[in-house]
């Protein structure tokens, strides 16, 4: 007689996975195994908890064993779902785009408080290094604004593009290729100017864990550098400028001394750092003295 096949249900199946998960040293195993689940079977997280004993189909099985293997080879969760939330706004995230981090956040919360405090009703705004888009389509969200939003990575700018369609932000912002390395930048043509730049040295880039330096863009993270060749350029553009409003910079963790000491290189007053919720110097806010 052959031997019948076995059927899961849905709680049985989060307890083996979290078991799994937790002796393969992933973060968060319940939350990781729950949310693989949810997004699998097309349903919330919450209502995972109200089919317990629902039993899960033999397609859905296989699709879930699947991102189960590819979780466990450390490919972050949101690559494997292919979406995740910025500013409670849906984003979604594939290996062109760098994951939005719940600290950026706090850059997106700043810009938009600086230009709903300048006294003209639709800003111009250029975000530096956009990925995802995530930044410039939270703030052009929220507000009246035009925003040039640019990238070197041509897979990235699709994604961002994509992105702000989904959110209905595509009027308001214009998606550019371009290296703010090499090509010639005026911070003049805008009110503020924002970014998130790549900002993690190459040596410790090298002692990243596999989840960072295998699945996300390498170009996104690190400058090749010593971590500050972003800030040295953007900074010296800063300087050139005369009218542009205001500079928002997230920085990387011990970068603020590194930073603050490029301003005062380049004789840059009235700036301030802003901390994160744990207390890491985590937005710099440069604005214009009138
Ligand atoms: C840290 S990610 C920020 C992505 C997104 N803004 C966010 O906060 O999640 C840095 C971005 O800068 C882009 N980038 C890297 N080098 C660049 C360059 N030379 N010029 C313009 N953008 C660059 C990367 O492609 C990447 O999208």
Redesign the pocket.
């Known amino acids: 007689m052959p031997e019948a096949v076995k059927t899961w249900q849905v709680l049985e199946l989060i307890n083996v996975t979290e078991a799994l998960f937790a002796d393969n040293e992933i973060e968060n195993p319940r939350l990781n195994a729950e949310l693989l689940l949810a997004d699998t079977l097309d349903i919330r997280r919450f209502d995972l908890y109200l089919s317990f004993d629902r039993p899960v189909g033999e397609n859905e099985l296989s699709a879930y064993r699947n991102r189960v293997k590819r979780r466990l080879a450390r490919e972050p969760l949101q690559y494997i779902t292919g979406k995740t939330e910025?500013f409670g706004l849906p984003i979604e995230v594939n290996p062109a785009?760098?994951?939005?981090?719940p600290e950026?956040e706090l850059?997106a919360e700043k810009t938009l408080a600086i230009a709903q405090g300048l006294k003209f009703s639709s800003p111009r705004i250029l975000?530096?290094?956009?990925?995802?888009?995530?930044?410039s389509i939270a703030i052009a969200h929220s507000i009246e604004c035009q925003i040039d939003a640019?990238?070197?990575?041509k897979d990235?700018l699709e994604t961002a593009k994509k992105n702000s369609a989904a959110n209905s932000t595509s009027e308001k912002i214009n998606f550019i290729l371009?290296?703010?390395?090499?090509e010639p930048a005026n911070f003049d043509d805008y009110d503020i100017v924002v970014?998130?730049?790549?900002?993690i040295p190459i040596d410790e880039y090298n002692l990243l864990e596999a989840e960072l330096k295998n699945y996300e863009?390498r170009?996104?993270?690190t400058?090749e550098s010593d971590g500050l060749t972003?800030y040295r350029k953007i900074l010296d553009i800063w300087s050139l400028s005369t009218s542009c409003s205001a500079l928002l910079l997230?920085i990387g963790d011990n970068k603020s001394k590194s930073v603050e000491t490029l301003l005062k290189e380049r004789k840059i007053g009235n700036y301030a750092f802003h901390n994160d919720l744990l207390r890491i110097p985590r937005v710099l806010i440069l604005e214009r003295k009138r």
């Open positions: 910025f785009v760098l994951i939005p981090r950026t850059l975000e530096i290094g956009t990925g995802s888009g995530c930044i640019s990238d070197i990575s990235a371009k290296d703010i390395l090499s970014s998130n730049p790549p900002y863009p170009s996104a993270l400058d972003f997230e």
